[in-house]
């Protein structure tokens, strides 16, 4: 059973860091394509960032095969990104998500 599991989410001041991780398990993450979607209350999910895709902004995704497959490094923090932060994992064709940690930017 392929599961994802995030952690580190938390309250966190305007300007601050915090790094969420995601543990996934069950699964091969070769050839996968992994990333972070988040969704604020009363909009639908969107995509944060992905695995090797763009680090000039805010956030950056980063993978330690050893401990925590896949991190998010958040800087800069902003109200506006409070959220629920989901992990992604697209492999085979399918789309595996985790249940989400809670992200409050707030002073």
């Known amino acids: 059973q392929v599961q994802l599991v995030e952690s580190g989410g938390g309250l966190a001041q305007p300007g601050g860091s915090l790094t969420l991780s995601c543990t996934i398990s069950?699964?091969?993450?070769?050839?996968?394509?992994m990333g972070w979607y988040r969704q604020a209350p009363g909009k639908g999910r969107e995509l944060v960032a992905r695995f090797l895709g763009d680090v000039s902004g805010r956030f950056t995704v980063s993978r330690d095969i050893v401990s925590n497959p896949l991190s998010l490094r958040m800087n800069s923090l902003k109200p506006e990104d409070t959220a629920v932060y989901y992990c992604?994992?697209?492999?085979?064709?399918?789309?595996?998500w985790g249940q989400g940690t809670q992200v409050t930017v707030s002073s």
């Open positions: 992604n994992l697209n492999k085979g064709g399918r789309s595996y």
């Open positions: 069950g699964i091969s993450l070769s050839s996968g394509d």
